[in-house]
Structures are given as structure tokens and as C-alpha cells.
């Protein structure tokens, strides 16, 4: 089973969705700005992506600045409280299936997650080629 927590606004989460879909499989979808988190799931989900709060905290398009979470000397903790406060500070698409666990950005980065990869050629929305037609990942992945 896969389970992606989603942002259906969010063109990168749209990608990684399109992707587990082209490779067969059917994930759970957890739209985690509807649904919120709570402090055990959040937890868990950060140390299984190994990710601390501060790694996974969206920077952009969020009010972590707002908030003062950019400033020097605030804590994981305090970053996870907000997080649980405002659920969009949390970056997205986290992906789990038995590979693993991962923050999938680039959206690429979800194909080491799935048990076969999609027929390709496969693009993103922008157009970008993520595999090609002979099913090669034409992308660079982070290491």
C-alpha cells in the first residue's frame, strides 16, 4: 500500500500522484490540510522519512516566516507545534509505501518508492520528461 499526503493545489504534489497512478498502484490519499495531523503521526511520519521538523518545513507559500519560525534559536519543537498548528508548514508530498518513506521533491524522487515504474514517456505538468519511452529516468535525482 502507498499512502501520499496531498495538496491537490500543489503542482508537485499533483506529480507524484500522476506518477504512483502511471506505475498501477492506487494510494491512499490523505489531504492533510483538510485533515490536520496529529503530534504522534507527525512524528512518526518525520522520523520515518528521516526528516527533523526544521528540514521539513515549508519555507515558501507558508506563514513560517509569519510566525517567526526562520529565526535563529527556534526549536524543532516549537517548529513542530506550529506544524500541528498549520498544517500547510509541513512540505508535501510525503510518500509512504514498504520502499520507504520520503519528502518527494522533486517529484521524481517517488519513483524509488514504487515497486515498478510507470510506462513511459512520462512528463510532470510543466512539460519536464520524467522517463522516456524506453522507461529510462531521464531526470536528476537527488542522492
Do not use: F
Amino acid at each position: 500500500m502507498i499512502v501520499i499526503h496531498h495538496n491537490p493545489a500543489c503542482g508537485t504534489s499533483r506529480n507524484v500522484l500522476e506518477i504512483i497512478r502511471a506505475s498501477g498502484a492506487e494510494p491512499v490519499i490523505i489531504d492533510y490540510l483538510a485533515e490536520g495531523w496529529t503530534r504522534p503521526q507527525l512524528l512518526a511520519l518525520l522520523a520515518a522519512a528521516d526528516l527533523t521538523p526544521r528540514q521539513a518545513l515549508r519555507t515558501s507559500k507558508s506563514p513560517a516566516a509569519e510566525l517567526g519560525l526562520l529565526e535563529a534559536g527556534v526549536t524543532d519543537g516549537q517548529i513542530l507545534d506550529a506544524m500541528l498548528a498549520h498544517p500547510v508548514l509541513v512540505n508535501r508530498p510525503i510518500v509512504a509505501s514498504p520502499r520507504g518513506v520520503r519528502l518527494c521533491r522533486p517529484s521524481e524522487t517517488v519513483l524509488s518508492l514504487l515497486d515498478r515504474l510507470p510506462v513511459g514517456p512520462l512528463y510532470k505538468e510543466d512539460g519536464q520528461m520524467i522517463l522516456n519511452e524506453r522507461g529510462e529516468i531521464v531526470s536528476d535525482l537527488p542522492t
